[in-house]
């Protein structure tokens, strides 16, 4: 039992990293209107940043922070010079330069910090005991930050005025637009947004497992799988996806072995889709 | 605030939907644009609200030409429009609607939104204010807050004209209002947009329904494969042997 309750957790601390990934997915889906490839490559600069601001402070939080800023400032630098320019193209246009965007962020990391793993530093802490299950305070800060992290984003889109319009854009863009709302105020604060929520999803895999500057791109398909199974446009759904799938893979590894776990996000993806095709929490698409 | 167009052609391809429109919307007057279908009259609303690419021709709001500004510029300066069949934030709610398309909103500057929160609270409570205001006024209290896109088509029409009126409008232009409403609210809607005209805002009306648009506006302009074809009061221009014939077929 034990056994299962640990991989159940290290299941839920996987799902917070894919469920952030996919909320900035579903959040630039939603509004952007096209699928960003270059999530996994921003949540690969928010850990270099975080790892960064952590060996110059030995301070989780300055990294933790520094890592976020990072991503946000990728996120609109990659607004300004490139989705915006592109904004009156096709959605697939936008997806193929955020390709570019991925592999260009993804070299300059490679050349600036080389392409050996590099791990957070961070002091041994003896794992507390609940029962038979180990539990690590670690684990329990990952998730306390990402909560907060999710309190942020859904506080901005539900409590304040520029969220309103963020989900007036998602709603529907051209009418937004003759109601007098600045698509760019709108999508400044998407893009940094979504670039400091991929940015965070990026700290917590560094956290847990290695910093290298291939691993964004590694965790770019289980967090699409998660925007879909969603509902693509749905940022609670992204998230319960995420955890949804960071726990299925968990649990099953037992049983699949580690690497073909990944292969169940998409079994997962497929079954949704065949199922129920706009996603857990998909809204319908009016016909327009 | 007077709307000038001055040969203003749009073109799809080869086909000219809009043909050398030249006309003046006085301020705060009710004007009304009747024309059969395929006349270019929604084209017309939708070039001159920036919701097309410019096609040719001036645009003019007051002093200013806005023939290259974007929609939302041109909603700032206070022209706005509706659409034949309603549209609104589906997902949003009635009240969240209303609130969205209020100006002025420092909120959505996220500097401000951190750093200046009392200010940010306070243009919230005006907006809230107004917001309640329109809903009273249209009568939507029973369902301000209600998803949108879960209103009737009738409900539909009555947001739409509050979402306009939000964005503090001094010329609303409005795409087949009593579309498929039933007389009741025609009525009631008439009643709205003549309250609004007695406060100073111009309407430019595109309808059908000749006899509700005849009792309210005072100039009427008849449009017919993308050109104006008459002007005048609508008795006058009703009474054209070329209006009823491009328009009724020559039936009557």
Not at chain 1, 248 to 264: R, S
Not at chain 2, 152 to 179: C, H, N, W, Y
Request: charged share 15%; proline share 4%; with cysteine.
């Amino acid at each position: 039992m034990a056994f299962w309750i640990e991989l159940l957790i290290s299941g839920l601390v996987a799902g917070l990293v894919i469920g952030l990934s996919a909320l900035s997915i579903t959040l630039v889906f939603g509004i952007a209107r096209f699928p960003n490839a270059a999530t996994g490559d921003t949540m690969t600069v928010g850990a270099y940043g975080a790892l960064l601001g952590h060996r110059a402070t030995n301070s989780l939080l300055v990294g933790g922070l520094t890592g976020a800023i990072a991503g946000a400032i990728v996120g609109f630098l990659g607004y300004w010079f490139i989705f915006r320019k592109l904004a009156q193209r096709s959605n697939v246009a936008l997806l193929v330069a955020s390709i570019g965007l991925a592999f260009v962020l993804r070299a300059i990391l490679g050349v600036s910090f080389g392409h050996s793993q590099q791990v957070f530093q961070l002091p041994l802490v003896r794992p507390w005991r609940i029962g038979d299950v180990p539990v690590h305070p670690n684990d329990l800060v990952l998730a306390g930050a990402c909560a907060t992290i999710l309190a942020i984003v859904f506080a901005i889109l539900h409590l304040t005025p520029i969220g309103r319009r963020m989900r007036a854009v998602a709603d529907d863009p051209a009418l937004a637009r003759v109601s007098g709302i600045s698509p760019s105020s709108v999508m400044t604060v998407l893009w940094l947004l979504a670039g400091a929520v991929s940015a965070s999803a990026g700290i917590v895999a560094g956290i847990k497992t290695v910093v290298s500057p291939e691993m964004g791109w590694d965790l770019l398909l289980p967090a699409f799988a998660a925007a879909i199974v969603g509902g693509i446009g749905s940022p609670v759904g992204a998230v319960v996806a995420g955890l949804l799938i960071g726990v299925v893979q968990e649990m099953a590894t037992p049983f699949v072995g580690f690497t073909y776990k990944i292969a169940l996000s998409f079994l997962l993806m497929l079954v949704v889709l065949l199922v129920r095709p706009r996603g857990l929490f998909g809204k319908l698409e009016g016909a327009r | 605030m007077k709307l000038a167009l001055r040969d203003i052609s749009v073109r799809f391809g080869g086909f000219k939907a809009v043909d050398g429109i030249s006309l003046a919307i006085e301020p705060g007057t009710l004007v009304g644009i009747i024309g059969p279908n395929g006349a270019g009259k929604s084209t017309l609303f939708s070039m001159v609200t920036g919701f097309l690419p410019h096609g040719e021709g001036v645009v003019s709001l007051g002093e200013a030409d806005i023939s290259r500004d974007t929609p939302f510029g041109r909603a700032r300066r206070g022209m706005v429009r509706t659409f034949q069949v309603p549209r609104e934030f589906a997902h949003l709610t009635v009240r969240e609607n209303l609130m969205a398309a209020a100006p002025g909103q420092s909120g959505e500057n996220l500097i401000d939104l951190f750093f200046r929160p009392g200010k940010v609270r306070n243009e919230e409570d005006a907006i809230r204010r107004e917001v309640e205001e329109t809903i009273d006024f249209l009568k939507l209290r029973a369902v301000a807050d209600v998803s949108a896109g879960r209103l009737s088509g009738g409900q539909k029409k009555l947001l739409e004209l509050g979402r306009v009126l939000m964005t503090k409008p001094k010329l609303i232009l409005l795409d087949e209002p009593f579309a498929g409403v039933n007389p009741v609210l025609i009525e009631e809607l008439s009643g709205h947009i003549r309250a609004l005209n007695q406060r100073g805002i111009g309407f430019v009306i595109i309808e059908h329904d000749l006899s509700a648009l005849s009792r309210l506006v005072s100039v009427l302009h008849v449009m017919d494969q993308g050109k104006l074809l008459a002007s005048g009061a609508p008795a006058e221009v009703l009474a054209r042997k070329d209006v009823r014939e491009a328009y009724l077929g020559g039936a009557a």
